[in-house]
């Protein structure tokens, strides 16, 4: 069974990166045709993709947060991480990695909330 799990602060400051990992078990993040992914949830809203890394290494941003995303990933290690530069109180959320051929599979999710 795979399972994620997120790790990072649960504290950001505005104007600072939000960084995150992802440790994934149970399974290889460069299985053919698997896609890895970070989602986030804002309090009281819906549920927004961010960006996803295929097993090929190739890498996919929502356009609303291009500019200021960067996803990377280390086989060495299994993981996958999320950078979101510049950050404002309107990135406080729930984040979570998900993965498989279609997000089959889900971590429990991490608050982050972004305050001085």
């Known amino acids: 069974q795979v399972q994620l799990q997120e790790s990072g602060p649960g504290l950001v400051k505005p104007s600072q990166t939000l960084s995150l990992t992802c440790t994934v078990s149970?399974?290889?993040?460069?299985?053919?045709?698997?896609?890895w992914s970070w989602i986030r949830q804002p309090p009281g809203k819906g549920l927004e993709w961010i960006g996803t890394?295929?097993?090929?290494?190739?890498?996919y941003y929502s356009p609303s947060l291009k500019s200021r995303t960067s996803m990377s990933r280390d086989t060495s290690k299994n993981q996958f991480t999320l950078q979101l530069s510049s950050v404002t109180p309107e990135d406080t959320a729930v984040y979570y990695c998900?993965?498989?051929?279609?997000?089959?599979?889900w971590g429990q999710g991490i608050q982050v909330t972004v305050s001085s």
């Open positions: 998900a993965g498989g051929e279609l997000v089959d599979y």
């Open positions: 149970g399974g290889s993040i460069t299985t053919n045709y698997y896609y």
């Open positions: 890394i295929a097993s090929s290494g190739n890498t």
